[in-house]
């Protein structure tokens, strides 16, 4: 069988090295604050119930009803690949009474794959990547804050600094409901499409996220949910607000973002980087009190967020931003002839147990290839023994950033390559 018999399926790619150590190190970037802040990992099956997702994201998003990918089990079973991860993290904090055994909020965070049938475009696949955070069992406008500034200071650890944060509140189940009364009685007025006028009954509030311009044409005077806020809704946000501002979090007011999601309540936010053309959103959340109950669980108001580690990428990319990829070894070893061998393989795996990190020349290939080897793998050092170095109990030790090349007692090799690396 040929070697392209098979290619990656539509919408996905493969991550390979050199560019998977940027993925690699987008992802630990985008973890780090969420460690230091008390968010302990999880990670759920990448399928699940089929009911779940239809009960969580919502039957009348476009994710359950066109982009799932669903199957059924030999058993019977139907099941779903997640296409998002929220309500699988909610799912399992439930069933494994996580909001019972301590204080609330329950902190977690996951890094994990998400599928969804799409058309594929530039930063739109169909599995993607993501690093997600989500703080259940808590109503508390901190935690909305504490979440968006963790987003916030992760792009900027990577060096990320033209992305905006945009801010909304959706209000709750007071207020949502005379907005969505008075939000459908304008949009019955306006000349829309028979997909888009169905949305007015189901989930009005998606229309106004219709990003064609025919529809927003027309959405211009369309009542805006900062208007109908209820006074608890008005003082919440406006706590998020404060606490944003004094953690140094600049944020824009957005009273036109809403969320396809059916489960979001109160703040919603979104972090977009202008400069990816129509894909432009990199990450973003938002509350979800009603979540837990609307999966069978007990009342847990909890908020949370996903970053697209794919868009996070090309983002960092679009702002020229370099991510110094860690050498994959530190010292490259090349053996010329069996004996070598033998004792070069002793001295890498001795070097490895040490913490360092060390790579062998396999498969016989010659000095000149072998040291051409030594230069990709980024190593600082490489240790080259021969029959002669044998008889004489050397290595030699050529320094690969200066070219200085000096000889080394074989016994010492492993601590002065230690010494020499500290």
């Not at 977690?108 to 599995?127: C, F, L, M």
Request: net charge negative; charged share 25%; aromatic share 8%.
């Amino acid at each position: 069988m040929s070697s392209n018999s098979f290619t990656a399926p539509k919408g996905t790619y493969d991550l390979i090295p050199p560019e998977s150590e940027t993925v690699l190190a987008v992802r630990e970037a985008l973890a780090a604050p969420l460690r230091r802040a008390g968010y302990g990992y999880i990670e759920p099956p990448v399928f699940e119930d089929v009911r779940l997702f239809a009960r969580g994201v919502g039957e009348s998003t476009d994710i359950v009803s066109k982009e799932m990918y669903t199957l059924t089990t030999k058993g019977g079973d139907e099941l779903a690949l997640r296409p998002e991860s929220t309500a699988s993290v909610l799912r399992a904090v439930l069933q494994s009474n996580l909001h019972r055994q301590g204080s609330l909020p329950v902190k977690v965070w996951y890094s994990g794959s998400q599928y969804r049938y799409e058309r594929p475009q530039a930063g739109r696949y169909r599995q993607f990547w993501q690093v997600g955070a989500e703080a259940v069992g808590a109503e508390d406008p901190a935690l909305d804050a504490e979440l968006i500034t963790l987003a916030a200071d992760a792009y900027r650890s990577l060096g990320l600094n033209d992305f905006r944060v945009l801010l909304n509140s959706l209000g709750d189940r007071t207020c949502r409901p005379v907005y969505r009364t008075a939000l459908q009685e304008f949009l019955r007025g306006l000349d829309l499409d028979e997909d888009t006028r169905r949305r007015i009954d189901i989930n009005p509030l998606r229309v106004l996220d219709d990003k064609r311009e025919a529809v927003q044409a027309q959405l211009t005077g369309a009542p805006m949910l900062a208007d109908y806020l209820c006074e608890d809704c008005k003082a919440y946000h406006e706590q998020v607000r404060t606490l944003l501002t004094a953690a140094g979090v600049e944020f824009t007011d957005d009273p036109k973002l809403v969320r396809g999601l059916d489960y979001y309540t109160r703040t919603t936010f979104e972090f977009v980087y202008d400069g990816l053309g129509a894909q432009s959103a990199v990450g973003g959340g938002g509350r979800y009190d009603g979540l837990s109950e609307m999966i069978g669980g007990p009342a847990l108001p909890s908020v949370g967020w996903a970053l697209g580690v794919d868009r996070t990428v090309l983002a960092l990319k679009a702002e020229g931003v370099e991510l110094s990829a860690p050498a994959r070894v530190d010292v490259y070893a090349v053996p010329m002839g069996e004996q070598a061998r033998g004792v070069l393989f002793e001295a890498v795996t001795a070097l490895r147990r040490e913490g360092l990190s060390a790579d062998l020349s396999f498969g016989g290939r010659g000095v000149k290839g072998a040291m051409k080897a030594a230069d990709r793998s980024g190593a600082r050092y490489a240790v080259v023994v021969g029959d002669r170095d044998l008889v004489d109990g050397v290595a030699q030790l050529k320094d690969l950033q200066s070219g200085d090349q000096t000889p080394v007692a074989l016994d010492a090799l492993v601590t002065t390559l230690k010494e020499k690396l500290k």
